[in-house]
C-alpha cells in the first residue's frame, strides 16, 4: 500500500529564514503532489500542485519540488513570518479521474519572531 | 474553507447511538469525500463521490454510510457509534478532470463517550 513520510517532529525556525518540509513516499508513482495547510481547529487549505513531469513549482514565497526517482518531495517557505506558522500536508493522488488523494501526516512549523 | 459547509461543528455522543453528519457546497463540483482526521493518523479517506448518485468506499470505511442526496449535499451516517469513532470529520470537494485541488469544510468534532 501506498506510504507517505513527513518530518512528524516541529520545525521550529526564526523569521526570515527559509523552511524547508520534506514529503517521502513509497510504493507508488503518483501522477502529481499536492501540500495544503492546517491551522488549529480549521480543514486543510490548499497550496501548490506539482505533476510528475514538473520538477519545481512556485507560489510568490512557496516552492515546491518533485523528484520521482527519490520518490520525494520538498517544500520551501521563503523570508518566513510568524503567520506561517502552521501544520503543513502533503498529499498523494490515487485513483486516477476518481482524485483520491492519500495524505501523510503532516510536520508543525513553528516561526519565531 | 469556502463553499463547503458542515453541520454539526460539534458533537458528543454516546456509545450505540446514531447520527448523521451533513456536508453541502456551493461550488458546483462533481466530486465529495468525506474524512476522519485522528493524531498522528493524519487524514483517512471514509467514503467518497466521484459524482451524483455514486458513492464508493475509501480506506476507512466500516461503521458508517454516506448518502449523495444530490449535487450540493453528502452525508455521512454512523448508525451505532463507538469510541473508536471519535474524531474530527472532515468533508472535502473536488471538480473532476484536470483541477484536482481538494476544499475543504470546517470540520465536525465528534466524541463518543
Known amino acids: 500500500s501506498q506510504k507517505i513520510e513527513q518530518n512528524s517532529e516541529a520545525l521550529n525556525i526564526q523569521e526570515g529564514k527559509t523552511a524547508t518540509l520534506t514529503c517521502n513516499y513509497t510504493?507508488?508513482?503518483?501522477?502529481?503532489l499536492q501540500w495544503y495547510r492546517q491551522d488549529p481547529g480549521r480543514g486543510p487549505v490548499f497550496l501548490l500542485l506539482?505533476?510528475?513531469?514538473?520538477k519545481e513549482k512556485r507560489k510568490e514565497r512557496l516552492k515546491v519540488t518533485f523528484d520521482t526517482t527519490l520518490k520525494q518531495s520538498l517544500f520551501h517557505i521563503t523570508a518566513s513570518q510568524p503567520a506561517d506558522s502552521a501544520t503543513y500536508l502533503c498529499?498523494?493522488?490515487?485513483?486516477?479521474?476518481?482524485?483520491?488523494?492519500?495524505f501523510g501526516t503532516g510536520t508543525l512549523l513553528a516561526v519565531q519572531p | 474553507n469556502a463553499g463547503v459547509t458542515q453541520t454539526p461543528k460539534f458533537q458528543v455522543l454516546k456509545t450505540g447511538q446514531s447520527m448523521t453528519l451533513q456536508c453541502a457546497q456551493d461550488?458546483?463540483?462533481?466530486?465529495m469525500y468525506w474524512y476522519r482526521q485522528d493524531p498522528g493518523m493524519g487524514l483517512r479517506l471514509i467514503y467518497y463521490?466521484?459524482?451524483?448518485?455514486?458513492?464508493d468506499k475509501g480506506e476507512v470505511p466500516n461503521g458508517y454510510n454516506v448518502s449523495r442526496l444530490n449535487k450540493r449535499e453528502f452525508s455521512l451516517r454512523l448508525e451505532s457509534a463507538a469510541p473508536s469513532q471519535t474524531s474530527v470529520y472532515f468533508c472535502?470537494?473536488?471538480?473532476?478532470?484536470?483541477?484536482?485541488?481538494?476544499?475543504f469544510g470546517p470540520g465536525t468534532r465528534l466524541l463518543v463517550l
Open positions: 506539482i505533476r510528475e513531469n514538473e
Open positions: 498529499a498523494l493522488q490515487y485513483g486516477g479521474a476518481t482524485n483520491k488523494l492519500i
Open positions: 510504493n507508488y508513482s503518483p501522477a502529481y
Open positions: 461550488m458546483n463540483h462533481n466530486s
Open positions: 472535502a470537494i473536488a471538480e473532476q478532470g484536470s483541477k484536482e485541488t481538494q476544499y
Open positions: 463521490s466521484a459524482s451524483e448518485g455514486t458513492t
